[in-house]
């Protein structure tokens, strides 16, 4: 089984934490991101240390510094995806382009993961009052 | 003069849709851009609606090709969180069933690259010797693709001596006109003058971008997921990463030349050993409790991430996949540049691309 090690950290670690792997030629595998019940984020930053998964996790904020000057476009598509998928904004990352979403599918940031499903279809649709 | 041109979404050199828009001046690639999304389902949002065994049926489907390498990752995922010990010879199947996908994937590029190359008599070849490795999946699992293999603690099917016979008799046929295949490839002059030099990614930018599997290591990254962080039963068996250090198209065709060589090694010795005893620890749905992991899997386009979080409750709460397409796309700007329009289309396949996997 490859070992998971999950290390909670504060917004403010996440851009030391990723100085410090980079430093030392630590691959990013992934950053991943889900909302809680209450709308808030979750985001992890996957490092790979050696056979293990350091997962870096930041709970409940919706706003995080970007990555993307130190882990380039390893960084930047994941983080682009993010904004575009859920609520959840990395400060520094250019969103100027759309990477994923059509700009005419959703407004301002997407919520694909938050929306009803219901209401998504409507949307898709145009039958959203 | 300079131009805009637009390749895609739908363009006949692309198997799937994507757009990549080309900065040129005259013939020459000056800069270039990606944008994906055109095959986006939802499944991850479809995931947080379903259960653990509806989940499994459905991220097979999230590719036609590696579709055994999504069942594969999401069993491990669940199986970690719950804590499961997989039979060691469900564990075998698996590898087994693994490895037959990463040939025919392997199969697959090369054919489409041999085509887009312009050596049709080859493509034509290769994708005879594939049809072998798909009939043998349809023998072992009843389909060609969405083989339906895994389940959660095992395997779904067990592997019969006739199989096992059959399987071994079918590599080694693959075995003998690979080695014909191996030697055209690399002495052919079409195949040389089209990939040689074409759509470089220097190490330094392969490590800067992220890239990974096969296409990193034509780019001289050793990295392979099932030896830098083995799992399942991979470290049972003896294989090696395959390296090359052109970080050119050509480096890429080596590559998974080279690789097909070590999947039959590793099925080889699968098939040799492969332990008695039941193949999964039962097929009713599981409960798991609440957790997260995330797992790697080395899938045949390269490294194939796995997040799930569960709350003990019947459904997922976060499926998130990212695929090595994902990892592989944003070099292709950096390949294109400096190379010739004519170029392009070969230049974007040969990262070996699955939009369908990136956008799910």
């Given at each position: ?15 030391p934490v990723a100085e410090k792997m980079r430093a030392q030629g630590i ?103 | ?315 997922n709460k976060r499926v998130s996949i990212h695929v090595p397409t994902f ?34």
């Amino acid at each position: 089984m490859q070992e998971y090690r999950k290390i909670s950290i504060t917004k403010d670690e996440v851009v030391p934490v990723a100085e410090k792997m980079r430093a030392q030629g630590i691959p990013l595998a992934m950053i991943h991101a889900f909302l809680d019940e209450n709308g808030k984020g979750n985001v992890s930053y996957e490092y790979e240390v050696g056979p293990a998964i350091e997962s870096y996790t930041v709970e409940g904020e919706n706003v995080l510094p970007t990555i993307t000057h130190i882990y380039d476009l390893g960084a930047e598509w994941p983080e682009r995806e993010i904004m575009e998928l859920m609520d959840i904004r990395f400060e520094g990352c250019d969103t100027s382009k759309r990477l994923f979403m059509p700009d005419s599918m959703l407004d301002g940031q997407g919520q694909i993961l938050v929306t009803p499903m219901d209401k998504l279809i409507k949307k898709v649709k145009g039958e959203e009052e | 003069m300079s131009y805009i041109v637009p390749i895609g979404p739908y363009h006949p050199a692309l198997e799937e849709p994507v757009h990549a828009r080309l900065y040129t001046e005259g013939e020459e690639i000056k800069d270039a851009e990606v944008f994906i999304g055109y095959n986006h389902r939802g499944i991850e949002k479809l995931a947080q609606q379903k259960n653990f065994i509806q989940t499994l049926v459905m991220v097979e489907r999230v590719c036609g090709i590696c579709s055994h390498s999504h069942a594969f990752a999401y069993a491990m995922a669940l199986e970690s969180i719950a804590k499961m010990n997989v039979p060691k010879r469900g564990q075998y199947i698996r590898v087994i069933t693994a490895e037959l996908e990463r040939l025919h994937s392997h199969y697959l590029w090369l054919g489409i690259a041999l085509h887009i190359i312009g050596h049709d008599s080859l493509f034509m070849h290769t994708w005879d010797d594939r049809e072998a490795i798909m009939d043998i999946l349809e023998e072992i699992s009843g389909n060609r693709v969405n083989y339906g293999m895994v389940t959660i603690g095992g395997a779904r099917r067990d592997i019969s001596d006739e199989t096992r016979k059959n399987v071994l008799e079918m590599l080694d046929k693959i075995e003998e006109s690979m080695n014909r295949l191996t030697d055209i490839l690399l002495s052919d002059k079409t195949v040389a003058l089209r990939t040689q030099g074409v759509g470089v990614l220097t190490t330094e930018d392969a490590k800067r971008i992220g890239a990974v599997g096969p296409h990193a290591r034509a780019s001289n990254m050793a990295v392979d997921v099932r030896i830098d962080a083995p799992y399942s039963s991979y470290d049972d068996f003896e294989f090696k990463k395959v390296v090359y250090p052109t970080c050119d198209v050509f480096s890429r065709v080596v590559i998974r030349v080279l690789e097909n060589y070590e999947s039959i090694k590793i099925i080889r010795q699968a098939l040799d050993m492969l332990p008695k005893g039941p193949i999964n620890l039962g097929t009713r749905i599981p409960t798991i409790p609440a957790g997260e992991y995330m797992v790697r899997h080395e899938a045949p386009r390269g490294q194939l991430c796995y997040k799930v979080v569960t709350d003990g409750g019947e459904n997922n709460k976060r499926v998130s996949i990212h695929v090595p397409t994902f990892k592989n796309a944003p070099t292709v700007p950096t390949m294109l540049r400096g190379n010739s329009i004519a170029d392009a289309g070969l230049i974007i396949a040969s990262i070996d691309p699955c939009f369908s996997c990136m956008d799910r």
